[in-house]
């Protein structure tokens, strides 16, 4: 009887260590999967701000469908260029920055607002759009509306029934 009983010890030890392995694994196995998820959630994060920015950037094009300067009814073209001045590209630069830019070329900073967005590259309060364009010709004293990145709000579905869910049945 006391042989059967150390046998079976010995079996419940080695089945141990062997239940022990592969919780050790399967722990392993979920922080890899977790850290793979924290990583999706990123990538999916960065992909939706840069949707929403190209969008709003196309729906901006769409709109401006004829040239700034056109030449009608410019009476005096000679002072009107000696009086212009291009403007510089402000976009990725921080508000304090392109304010200090435009300034440095003889323009104003105008109308200020704030669009949230996730864009990785894009700090919050980088400038994000600018009216008129870079390198349009403009009156000295002008002033460029920009656009600054603010926190964004949107955010993609994560949960188990989201299409976007790597363990959804969709």
Known sequence: MKA????????????????Q???????IALSELEARKKNLNETLLRISG???LLEEVLGVESEV????DSGVGVKNTKNNLENSVE???VVK??????RKILEDAGLTVGEVTEKSIFVAGVRFGDVIRQEPKWETKVESGSAVNLVIAGKGR???????????CPFSDH
């Open 4 to 19: 059967q009983l150390e046998q079976r010890l010995k079996e419940l030890r080695t089945e141990y260590e062997s239940g």
């Open 21 to 27: 392995k592969i919780l050790n694994d399967i722990e």
């Open 87 to 89: 403007v510089p590209m």
């Open 50 to 52: 840069a949707v929403e």
């Open 154 to 164: 949107f955010k993609p579905d994560l949960s188990e029934d989201s299409k976007l």
């Open 65 to 68: 469908s004829t040239p700034v």
């Open 93 to 98: 630069k921080p508000l304090d920055h392109a």
